[in-house]
């Protein structure tokens, strides 16, 4: 079974710093997506980044990136030059692709940004 | 980029009610679709996945005769709250896979597609 742990339930970051967001997973299976998604207060839920497991370098959108760890576990998610839009709840999660493309969440991170 | 509605996007109804909620893919062809919901200040918890054409398949814990899903087309999905109770009030939300989508180093191919979401408040 795969699990997505996100330990931080909230995290505070001053505006225009940069922010790491924490994300360990756990997969037997040996292809697999990680995905971070960011959900604002209006509930829409927002792709931000995409991980494949055999992925050789470490995915970056604009001002995320994910700081791929593979032997650790770990895929966490880099926010540079923090903005005010961006307090949310963000949402580490994981696919498997054995043929379902089924989603593990974890259970979020409250980020709130301070002006 | 791919879009995926939902309606409504709330709505309060009395307990014993049945309320239906529509998914539909607007740009492309979903042959899956998955129904999610999401209690408040938690996480997103998988109830079903709906493939065109066949039953859906749902998550252990999830009564399928309470939460009727139909996936009669490729752009469409619904999810009927059968006589509904105030536990059942929660936060509705659905995806959308892209048909024949594949892996890819962006992952968009299989990548979801998120509708708004749906609260259903029942009272």
């Known amino acids: 079974a795969q699990k997505i742990t996100q330990t931080q339930p909230g995290m505070f970051v001053q505006e225009k710093e940069a922010v790491t967001l924490d994300c360990t997973y756990d997969?037997?299976?040996?292809?697999?997506?990680l995905f971070w998604y960011k959900q604002p207060s209006s509930g829409e839920m927002i792709f931000l980044i995409y991980?494949?497991?055999?992925?050789?370098q470490n995915a970056t959108e604009g001002r995320y990136s994910l700081n791929f760890q593979k032997a650790r576990k770990s895929a966490n998610l880099v926010i540079s030059a923090s903005q005010l839009g961006d307090s949310a709840m963000y949402f580490c999660?994981?696919?498997?692709?054995?043929?379902?493309?089924?989603?593990?969440f974890g259970k979020g991170t409250k980020l709130s940004v301070i002006p | 980029g791919a879009v995926v509605s939902q309606h409504p996007s709330w709505v309060i109804c009395k307990s014993g009610t049945s309320v239906k909620i529509e998914c539909r893919s607007l740009?492309?062809?979903?042959?899956?679709m998955f129904w999610y919901r999401q209690f408040p200040k938690q996480s997103l918890m998988l109830m079903a996945t709906?493939?065109?054409?066949?039953?859906?398949?749902?998550e252990q814990g999830v009564e399928k005769d309470k939460f009727l899903i139909n996936h009669a087309s490729l752009t469409l999905s619904t999810l009927t709250v059968t006589s509904a109770h105030p536990e059942d009030s929660s936060f509705y939300i659905c995806?959308?896979?892209?048909?024949?989508?594949?892996?890819?180093?962006?992952?968009?191919?299989?990548?979801?597609?998120f509708g708004p979401g749906t609260r259903l408040t029942v009272l």
């Open positions: 995806s959308a896979k892209i048909r024949g989508g594949t892996s890819g180093r962006a992952g968009s191919g299989a990548r979801q597609f």
């Open positions: 991980q494949g497991s055999y992925d050789q």
């Open positions: 709906s493939n065109e054409g066949s039953k859906a398949t749902y």
């Open positions: 997969t037997s299976d040996p292809s697999y997506g």
């Open positions: 740009d492309f062809q979903a042959t899956t």
């Open positions: 999660a994981m696919r498997d692709t054995t043929g379902s493309y089924q989603l593990t």
